[in-house]
Nanobody
Framework: QVQLVESGGGLVQAGGSLRLSCAGSGRTFSNYASGWFRQAPGNEREFVAAISWSGGSTYYADSVKGRFTISRDNAKNTINLQMDSLKPEDTAVYYC????????????????WGQGTQVTVSS
C-alpha cells in the first residue's frame, strides 16, 4: 500500500505562487502515474494534473493549463505541483494520489485519500 503525505499549502495573494509536494512511503509509487486533485468547499473533488510513472508525459485540467506544472522525482519518491498565477478559484484542499485513467477520466488507484494540504488564494 502506498501512503502519501501532502505539504506546501498556505495563504497567498492572487497572482502569487506556491509549490506543493507529495511524499510517498511504503510501496513506492514511482511505478505508477501520479496526480493531484482538489476539492473546494461545496464542490466535488476534481482532477488537476497527472504525470506518467517515467515523468515523460503530463496532463492538466483546462482550468490550470499554462499556470501549473507537475513534476516528479522517483529517486526521492515525491511528486510536486508548481502553481503560478494563482487565482481565488484555485482555493481548495489539494490531494495527491497514484492514478489511473479510464474513459478520459482520471481516478485514484488506491481509493483512499490523505489529509491534503489547504491552498487559499485571496483576491
Amino acid at each position: 500500500q502506498v501512503q502519501l503525505v501532502e505539504s506546501g499549502g498556505g495563504l497567498v495573494q492572487a497572482g502569487g505562487s506556491l509549490r506543493l509536494s507529495c511524499a510517498g512511503s511504503g510501496r513506492t509509487f514511482s511505478n505508477y502515474a501520479s496526480g493531484w486533485f482538489r476539492q473546494a468547499p461545496g464542490n466535488e473533488r476534481e482532477f488537476v494534473a497527472a504525470i506518467s510513472w517515467s515523468g515523460g508525459s503530463t496532463y492538466y485540467a483546462d482550468s490550470v493549463k499554462g499556470r501549473f506544472t507537475i513534476s516528479r522525482d522517483n529517486a526521492k519518491n515525491t511528486i510536486n505541483l508548481q502553481m503560478d498565477s494563482l487565482k481565488p478559484e484555485d482555493t481548495a484542499v489539494y490531494y495527491c494520489a497514484a492514478v489511473g485513467q479510464r474513459g478520459g477520466t482520471w481516478y485514484n488507484l488506491v481509493g483512499s485519500w490523505g489529509q491534503g494540504t489547504q491552498v487559499t488564494v485571496s483576491s
